[in-house]
T-cell receptor
Framework: KQEVTQIPAALSVPEGENLVLNCSFTDSAIYNLQWFRQDPGKGLTSLLLIQSSQREQTSGRLNASLDKSSGRSTLYIAASQPGDSATYLCAVSTSGGSYIPTFGRGTSLIVHP | DADVTQTPRNRITKTGKRIMLECSQTKGHDRMYWYRQDPGLGLRLIYYSFDVKDINKGEISDGYSVSRQAQAKFSLSLESAIPNQTALYFC??????????FGPGTRLTVL
């Protein structure tokens, strides 16, 4: 059974810092990995989707990398801003799991001015 | 307009009442899902449907039922609500890239 872990559970940084959020998974036979952002009490917004054949995806100040062999993905946020404050979740899908994603519990990020 | 919509957005009800949460999507996706989110427990899958005729239980289906009325509509029912069903409920869809898209959520409180 796939297990997804996100460390740290919470992070507080000053504005302007570059930061890295981590996601690890136990079954490396993944189909894809998706990063989401969730604001308090709101729905999940898809940030980046990485297919198993890809090593990274970029969108604006966000860059997500994937290393299947080590069971890890990182989400890099450049020049963080207070508006980046949210919870970031990763989700991993495998073909053996009917492509239903397994979610991590998220990293709660606060960027203070 | 949002691709995945949920109604109602907020609902307060009493123990024992029957509740229906509705989800509609305009993305043309075959797959639809219902999750609940609780603080400290993350997202948990309640039911999922791969097409109109295919409905499957998730990890926490007890106390819930679903109906897939059309490709675009997937409803979740609580036959007799209890307080520990108080949570944030999300509907999601996915297409042939298996990328998930979420609705805005329904905050349900059972008194």
């Amino acid at each position: 059974k796939q297990e997804v872990t996100q460390i740290p559970a919470a992070l507080s940084v000053p504005e302007g810092e570059n930061l890295v959020l981590n996601c690890s998974f136990t079954d490396s036979a993944i189909y894809n990995l998706q990063w989401f952002r969730q604001d308090p009490g709101k729905g999940l917004t898809s940030l980046l989707l990485i297919q198993s054949s890809q090593r990274e995806q970029t969108s604006g100040r966000l860059n997500a990398s994937l290393d299947k062999s080590s069971g890890r993905s990182t989400l890099y946020i450049a020049a963080s801003q207070p508006g980046d404050s949210a919870t970031y979740l990763c989700a991993v899908s495998t073909s053996g799991g009917s492509y239903i994603p397994t979610f991590g519990r998220g990293t709660s990020l606060i960027v203070h001015p | 307009d949002a691709d995945v919509t949920q109604t109602p957005r907020n609902r307060i009800t009493k123990t024992g009442k029957r509740i229906m949460l509705e989800c509609s999507q305009t993305k043309g996706h075959d797959r639809m899902y219902w999750y609940r989110q609780d603080p400290g427990l993350g997202l948990r899958l309640i039911y999922y449907s791969f097409d109109v005729k295919d409905i499957n239980k998730g990890e926490i289906s007890d106390g819930y039922s679903v109906s897939r009325q059309a490709q675009a509509k997937f409803s979740l029912s609580l036959e007799s609500a209890i307080p520990n069903q108080t949570a944030l409920y999300f509907c999601a869809t996915s297409g042939n890239r298996f990328e998930q898209f979420f609705g805005p959520g329904t905050r349900l409180t059972v008194l």
